[in-house]
């Protein structure tokens, strides 16, 4: 069972922070969102690449905090490709100094909020790198407004092949699947909140209802009714 879980905006432009206390050893799934964490847990400081499909924790109990980057924005913050880390989750030790990670980690295990720690951890970060190529934005804007990937390519004066490189790097997969995790989200979204599921279907991008469920399926892992009930 978990408990306690909330998120707000981060001082940070763009990422999210949050926490979560969970008294069993089993949370739900992690979906597809196009972002990367920055995770503490029991005395750790892990990394979350991006996901692919549904991410099912494996030792969930205890305590945890993150920051989630906006979709893009995670490897200028952490120094590594996203698509070294696709699919992953590994110590912040694999990716830092080791003598940085073990100051950081002390540092939040000694705080009284863990989070607001963290969230430290990733605004010290942000001011010693350049900052994210707003080219980044652009291009989750626009898959998330529903453009065409090669409508995207050239608004942006990019080539297809370009288009796909640079979305390697900075999501850790291709804008074909960007797009259809961003797309999940809105879907998501939109049927939370009550929307029939046809009409999410459409409101989405998705050609029809049979698409959604089979684009949930895949990326979810379970059908969208049963995500749903699960909250």
Known sequence: MTYGYVERASRLAGAVVWSRGTSGSTVGAVLPDGCMDLLWHEGRLLVAGPDTQAYVPGDAAGHWAGVRFYPGTGPTFLGVPAHELRDLRVDLADLWPASEVRRRTARV??????ATALEQVALDRAAATDPPDPLLREVVTAL?????????????????RQLHRRSLTAFGYGPKTLARVLRLQRALALARAGVPFAE??????????????????ELAGTPLGELLARG
């Open 200 to 217: 999410t279907a459409a409101r989405s991008g998705f050609a029809d209802q049979a698409h959604l469920a089979r684009d949930v399926r």
């Open 109 to 114: 295990a000694a705080a009284a909020d863990p």
């Open 144 to 160: 998330d407004a529903g453009r065409s990937i090669a409508a995207t390519a050239d608004r942006l004066g990019l080539s297809a």
